[in-house]
């Protein structure tokens, strides 16, 4: 009898993983990108240079260019939201069928915020691997971080399909990927081409720069960016996986806009923990955050939202990095490519990239008040009083003109050009109408600018 209720509950227990693995499988709303690149992974075994990541990956590895330029056959193993937990997972897969020369984990500062990884990348990643033992290990890796172990078993409760055309989409991206694709190419968003080979190529036009002016504001803090323990950990592993595949790896720091690397002062020095890190642990790792012009020119008029550019912009990265990469597989050295460290990287940045205004709190923050605060405090006696600031590189000293909107549009100058940041006025005149603030760096005439209604938008978020 006991033996029977033991055989019951096994049997329960195997139809309810079924179910679950069932449902996770073919329930799943399907990324059609992800589907794509997945199946070209499975049937492909002549990958000879690997580049896995996320959509870092996606867009801005032209496969074809570098496989031209560095006589590889590249392929680009990434997935949209992908941190270290599906990295690892998207390796294991490609190492079933390819033995590449060369894997290439490229990383982002975002990739070490946390240890998490977001539901996102285990929605559109984990129906589409193969082994059950490589889902198992990339969900336990998933939910230790977070503990969601449930919401991720389960995760066809909030990413499940929604309709029936959804499931048709679903199980033809699953069973028949390239067939589908073609059938639904019509209704995909006109500004994403898949290029094969894991690349999208992007030709939109929108630009990323209201969101620069308003959003990427700095803050110092004197908060430290550990490397994380998990992410080491994930981080050996990852090595590990690919000696024991034969594969060199190369782990390279993605570069991003650089009113973001401007943003984070605070976090720039863990770049070069990371590096430290690599070379304790004998991981070669590349940071393309300090790669001079001569090697990748600037390219924040390339990115069409503040993580991701178009395709032109995607063919100049790949171009770059190809160069790099024949050049150090050869053995040669390439630190003459590279600022060394990030007082170098951060001297060589010439220009502004976004400014704000704030109203004056006895507790804000400037370079510019640092050395006098009390003049700032003594100008707030009875006064309305809003502060100037930008990011800009180390060596710039930036200048600041205050205008008025009005009605009319035209612009009502407040101040002259000034380097101190500092609008003074009695209380409430400024109330609700529209600030204009220009920025410079001292010398230069090329401006950017910020505009603000005191009492009625929000003061700018600090990162």
């Not at 033995?99 to 539901?119: D, I, K």
Request: glycine letters at 4%; one cysteine or more; charged letters at 20%.
């Amino acid at each position: 009898m006991k033996h029977q209720a033991l055989l019951r509950l096994a049997a329960f227990l195997v139809v309810f993983v079924l179910l679950i693995a069932l449902a996770n499988t073919f329930f799943i709303r399907a990324d059609t990108y992800a589907s794509l690149t997945m199946s070209e992974i499975k049937a492909r075994d002549d990958i000879e240079l690997a580049i896995v990541g996320s959509s870092a990956v996606q867009l801005h590895f032209n496969a074809d260019l570098i496989s031209e330029q560095t006589g590889l056959k590249a392929f680009n193993a990434g997935f949209a939201s992908s941190g270290l937990q599906a990295s690892l997972a998207v390796t294991e897969e490609l190492f079933r069928t390819n033995s590449p020369e060369w894997v290439v984990l490229v990383v982002e500062p975002f990739t070490f915020y946390t240890a998490r990884e977001l539901p996102q990348a285990q929605y559109e990643l984990m129906p589409l691997l193969s082994s059950p033992m490589t889902r198992l290990r990339y969900y336990l890796r998933a939910a230790r971080e977070d503990g969601a172990y449930l919401d991720r078993l389960f995760m066809f409760r909030e990413f499940g399909v929604t309709s029936f055309r959804d499931a048709l989409k679903t199980i033809g991206l699953r069973l028949s990927p390239q067939k589908t694709y073609e059938k639904i190419l019509p209704t995909l968003d006109p500004t994403m081409h898949y290029r094969g080979n894991g690349f999208i190529y992007a030709t939109t036009e929108t630009s990323p720069e209201a969101d620069i002016r308003k959003e990427l504001i700095r803050e110092v803090t004197g908060y430290e960016y550990p490397l994380l323990e998990p992410s080491k950990k994930m981080l050996l592993e990852y090595r590990d996986l690919c000696r024991e595949h034969g594969a060199r790896l190369l782990v390279m720091v993605y570069p991003e806009l650089t009113a973001f690397h401007l943003a984070r002062p605070d976090f720039l020095p863990y770049l070069e923990s990371l590096r430290r890190f690599c070379a304790e642990n004998d991981l070669e790792c590349v940071d393309f955050t300090f790669a001079r012009p001569e090697l990748y020119p600037n390219m924040d008029d390339y990115y069409f939202d503040t993580y991701h550019m178009i395709g032109e912009g995607a063919d100049v990265l790949s171009a770059s990095f190809a160069r790099f990469f024949n050049l150090y597989a050869a053995g040669e050295d390439t630190s003459s490519l590279f600022y060394q460290n990030t007082d170098e990287y951060l001297a060589s940045i010439d220009f502004i990239t976004n400014t704000w205004i704030q109203t004056y709190t006895p507790d804000s923050w400037n370079p510019a008040w640092e050395q006098n605060p009390q003049s700032v405090a003594e100008a707030a006696v009875g006064k309305d009083v809003y502060l100037a600031n930008c990011n800009h590189g180390s060596l710039v000293t930036p200048e600041y003109r205050f205008f008025l909107i009005e009605e009319d549009g035209t612009e009502t100058p407040l101040t002259d050009w000034q380097t101190d940041g500092i609008l003074t006025c009695s209380p409430g005149t400024l109330t609700g109408r529209t600030l204009k603030l220009y920025a410079r760096p001292q010398g230069q005439t090329e401006t950017v600018w910020f505009t603000w209604r005191p009492g009625l938008d929000p003061e700018p978020v600090l990162l």
